[in-house]
């Protein structure tokens, strides 16, 4: 079992639309939550980032995570265009010295 | 404050050659990271660098290795390259102690 699951979709959602992209992931030691958008072939963005259980929202993004169900989720509002890209959830046990360990992605498009 | 970057932007090399990708960190940030991304795949921590020091390391072997030098920036050298080193590599920076990284745009090597 790999230690962080995610749909690799492809998600194709209307322009409008609210989006919600998710995360499982076996290591009860994860305690920081990130969420990077990724257009092709560039470097991932940092979107959204959460430390333990909680959510956290920022304009049209918000970020939820369930420590108790190993369950991490990313919402979109009024999904744009703009918004079509591969979604990476991240998460790493402690701060600073320890590795990202990423999810494979989900691929998002939001159509006109 | 500048981004970080990463050089060259692609390269095209063949199996058993040498290679020198190299990064220059954020500015202020004295951690960096290289992760491997394959096709389709979330990003794979390679190694870490503080102060020079390789600090942290994932599941690659020793052909992979890297330097930090003074100024922060770091180099990964990969010798006898193998078909499935083609991926994009990708270098990120923080401060140390801090969760968040932040990624450049990332080196797209193949490898034939």
């Known amino acids: 079992q790999k230690e962080v699951e995610q749909d690799p979709g492809p998600l194709s959602v209307p322009e409008g639309a609210i989006v919600s992209l998710n995360c499982t992931y076996s290591?009860?030691?994860?305690?920081?939550f990130m969420w990077y958008r990724q257009y092709s072939r560039k470097g991932p963005e940092l979107l959204m980032y959460?430390?333990?259980?909680g959510n956290k929202e920022d304009g049209r993004f918000t970020a939820q995570v369930d420590k108790s169900s190993k369950y991490i989720s990313l919402f979109i509002r009024d999904s744009q265009p703009s918004d079509s890209a591969t979604y990476l959830c991240?998460?790493?046990?402690?701060?600073?010295?320890?590795?990202?360990?990423f999810g494979k992605g989900t691929r998002l498009s939001v159509i006109a | 404050e500048t981004g970080v970057t990463q050089s060259p932007t692609h390269l095209i090399k063949t199996r058993g050659q040498q290679v020198t990708l190299r990064c220059s960190s954020q500015?202020?940030?004295?951690?960096v990271s290289w992760y491997q991304q394959a096709l389709g795949q979330g990003p794979q921590f390679i190694f870490q660098?503080?102060?020079?020091?390789?600090?942290g390391r994932g599941n690659f072997p020793p052909r992979f290795s890297g330097l930090q030098f003074p100024n922060y920036s770091s180099e990964l050298n990969v010798n006898a390259l193998e078909l499935d080193d083609s991926a994009l590599y990708l270098c990120?920076?923080?401060?140390?102690?801090?969760?968040?990284?932040?990624f450049g745009s990332g080196t797209q090597l193949s490898v034939l």
């Open positions: 290591n009860s030691a994860f305690q920081y």
């Open positions: 990120a920076s923080s401060f140390a102690g801090e969760e968040k990284l932040f």
């Open positions: 991240a998460m790493r046990r402690n701060s600073g010295n320890t590795p990202l360990v």
């Open positions: 660098y503080y102060r020079e020091e390789e600090n």
């Open positions: 959460t430390y333990s259980s």
């Open positions: 500015s202020g940030h004295n951690t």
